[in-house]
């Protein structure tokens, strides 16, 4: 069985502030994927990143940056001094690689971020 | 570039009737997938097609069925429905099973 936990159900920041949005997995397999999406109010799911279990390399992206920790089954999201724009909910999903499961995502039960002007 | 599809938007219908949700994926993904999202919860998934084959089932109530065409559009056939099918329905498609692709969402409520 695979579970994603994001402890945090709402965060609520001044813009510019920073801010880490945390997720924790388990999982049996030993290659598996892990994503952020992003679902701004309009309700679409946007996706932000994709990691693989083998890939232990943070990532930067512009404001956002993630850092994958296989140690603690960790892979958390920071943005850089938050814009009102990041307003959004942010789900943390799993996808194990092989067996018959064909991909489905597991996801976290999302972090509200309110980034207040 | 070319995004997941899904039709109609928005769908209002009464308790005990019949919805069908279209989804069409991306072109060349040979992967589809349907998730439900109740308001204020993570998105739930229901089912998976790969090759127009039925390829995972998850928490999907026996009072829905889906299909995959040969044009790999795929439809969520829901029935008799209940209060508690209002819900955010997503589409994804997916070119290896890797990266989903979401369609915006088909925004379901039943009164």
């Known amino acids: 069985a695979q579970k994603v936990t994001q402890a945090q159900t709402e965060i609520s920041v001044v813009e510019k502030e920073d801010v880490t949005l945390d997720c924790v997995y388990e999982t049996r397999d030993t290659t598996y994927y892990l994503f952020w999406y992003k679902q701004p109010p309009s309700g679409e799911l946007v996706f932000l990143i994709r990691r693989n279990s083998f890939d232990e390399q943070n990532e930067i992206s512009g404001r956002y940056s993630w850092n994958f920790q296989k140690s603690t089954s960790s892979f958390n999201f920071t943005i850089t001094a938050s814009q009102v724009v990041d307003s959004a909910v942010y789900f943390c999903?799993?996808?194990?690689?092989?067996?018959?499961?064909?991909?489905?995502?597991?996801f976290g039960q999302g972090t509200i971020l309110t980034v207040h002007p | 570039a070319a995004g997941v599809i899904q039709s109609p938007r928005h769908l209002i219908k009464e308790k005990r009737e019949t919805a069908t949700l279209k989804c069409y994926p991306i072109?060349?993904?040979?992967?589809v997938y349907w998730y439900q999202q109740g308001p204020g919860q993570d998105p739930q998934f229901l089912i998976s097609f790969y090759e127009k084959m039925q390829s995972d089932k998850g928490s999907i109530p026996d009072r829905f069925s889906a299909q995959q065409f040969s044009d790999y559009h795929s439809e969520l056939n829901m029935s008799s429905l209940e209060l508690g099918d209002s819900a955010l329905y997503f589409c994804?498609?997916?070119?290896?099973?890797?990266?989903?692709?979401f369609g915006p969402g088909t925004r379901l409520t039943v009164l």
């Open positions: 994804a498609s997916s070119p290896t099973r890797n990266e989903q692709f």
């Open positions: 999903a799993l996808k194990n690689a092989g067996g018959t499961s064909y991909g489905k995502l597991t």
């Open positions: 072109p060349r993904h040979d992967t």
